[in-house]
Nanobody, 118 residues
Framework: QVQLVESGGGLVQPGESLRLSCQAP????????MAWYRQAPGKQRDVVAV???????SYADSVKGRFAISRDNAKNTIDLQMNSLKPEDTAVYYC????????????WGQGTQVTVSS
């Protein structure tokens, strides 16, 4: 099964920014709804941001106004611009394509670690 590849994580101080990127398979990408998720230690994986195939976006309340999801259908990628980062944003970030049935189109990738600490 095809896997996703996330990149761009790192260690930053509170208030700084990071941009994450997710490389997805090319076949059918234009038709997929895509999303970013994150999982902090000891917690469940939660959705952070979603972008439809039409480019409509939605965000978790905790990141509204700070994060922005985008997609490049020519490159089969989605990005997550994260600004004004907070320590509570610390987590492993993943991307995937959610379905209406609650499943995901792809096997989960390795994720990319984001650590926000002073």
């Amino acid at each position: 099964q095809v896997q996703l590849v996330e990149s761009g994580g790192g260690l930053v101080q509170p208030g700084e920014s990071l941009r994450l990127s997710c490389q997805a398979p090319a076949i059918g990408f234009n038709f997929y709804r895509m999303a970013w998720y994150r999982q902090a230690p000891g917690k469940q994986r939660d959705v952070v941001a979603v972008i439809t195939n039409a480019g409509n976006t939605s965000y978790a309340d905790s990141v509204k106004g700070r994060f922005a999801i985008s997609r490049d259908n020519a490159k089969n990628t989605i990005d997550l611009q994260m600004n004004s980062l907070k320590p509570e944003d610390t987590a492993v970030y993943y991307c995937n394509a959610p379905t209406n049935s609650g499943r995901f189109l792809f096997r989960w990738g390795q994720g990319t670690q984001v650590t926000v600490s002073s």
